[in-house]
């Protein structure tokens, strides 16, 4: 059992907190460093957490197995660089950070220190783009010519933040929402990208957030993609790759459908619901253990956020950007 504390204990900490806390042999919560206690307290006796205020003091204490970090954006690489310091394996909540130079620098200090590294994408913990990466991987699809992506998340509309709002914390309209979910999975399933044009469409301000993001990509090896993301409609997931012998279609958590040439009537696949934040939690602590490595790569963390800042980069300019310059 690996004994963690988590830094951050809002919408998405607590969620992260109630995927695991009495259910997971393998992971549980016993601190959680906030700014304010106050609130907090009837929810901590609930779940056996011990709160705190002191960063530092929780990375010095012993008793602490790893740390799980479900802060502001522009924290992450700064408190996972004196996680790292403290020795301690660390999780970070998607976007590890929110500019190529700092994911370097976060990747490089957990190397250097010798600690485990994890970021929380937890789609790629989902049944159906699990089936998506092994039959791309397989080689059925033949040589891949190019993969397409939709996400639609209405948390925006519904459990409207002010960091959402906040062009130092959440640039890219819904890019750091849900968005770059769908560039890590690009990345997962196609490798690097080398070049994007975006654009984002904005109708209505926040708090009731209307706009769209379009995204063109060319990747490393020469595949094509194309990406949206709409904050105001209806939950959608939608990743579909494309290879000369047929294609293969994740939809939402749990359905797959493989078409293949010749003709031959689509397959339909269908997966039993999985708890992906539980399934990202333990899999971070299977790895701290020694055990499989985590599934995302240092290098495609840093690939998934270089991508994430010239795709914002093309917003602001209205030009292509060439990922890493």
């Known amino acids: ?173 819904g890019m750091t929402g849900t968005g770059i979910h769908m560039v890590d999975a690009f990345v997962g399933l196609i490798g690097p990208v080398k070049r994007v044009q975006s654009l984002l469409m904005s109708r209505r301000p926040p708090p009731d957030v209307l706009d769209t993001v379009s995204v063109l990509f060319e990747f490393a090896n020469g595949v094509s993609g194309t990406m949206s993301s709409i904050r105001a409609t209806p939950l959608y997931w939608r990743a579909h790759v494309f290879g000369n012998l047929g294609s293969a279609e994740a939809i939402g958590p749990t359905e797959v459908v493989l078409r293949k040439t010749g003709g031959a009537a689509p397959v339909r696949m269908n997966f039993d619901p999985a708890d992906a934040l539980r399934g990202e939690l333990e899999a971070f602590a299977i790895a701290a253990g020694g055990g499989v490595p985590y599934p995302i790569t240092p290098a495609q963390m840093i690939e998934t956020v270089a991508a994430f800042e010239a795709i914002v980069q093309s917003m602001q300019s209205g030009q292509p950007m060439v990922v890493g310059r």
């Not at 998607?94 to 490089?108: F, G, N, Q, S, W």
């Not at 990466?133 to 519904?158: A, D, F, M, P, Y």
């Open 1 to 173: 059992m690996l004994n963690v504390a988590i830094v951050g204990l809002g919408n998405w900490g607590r969620k992260l907190v109630t995927s695991v806390q009495g259910i997971s042999e393998r992971i549980r919560f016993v601190r959680a460093v906030v700014r304010n206690p106050e609130p907090l307290h009837e929810y901590a006796a609930k779940t056996g957490i011990e709160l705190t205020t002191d960063f530092a003091a929780t990375l010095a204490d012993p008793a602490i197995q790893a740390i799980v970090l479900a802060t502001p954006h522009t924290l992450h690489a700064e408190q996972i660089i004196a996680v790292a310091a403290a020795g301690k394996p660390v999780y970070c909540e998607k976007p590890l950070t929110l500019k190529r130079a700092d994911a370097i620098r976060a990747v490089e200090a957990c190397a250097k220190a010798g600690v485990l590294l994890a970021v929380g994408h937890d789609k790629r913990f989902w049944p159906s783009m699990q089936a998506l990466t092994r039959i791309v991987q397989s080689g059925e699809l033949g040589e891949i010519l190019h993969i397409e992506g939709h996400n639609s998340n209405e948390t925006s509309r519904t459990a409207f933040a002010s960091w959402r709002a906040s062009p130092e914390e959440s640039p890219g309209g």
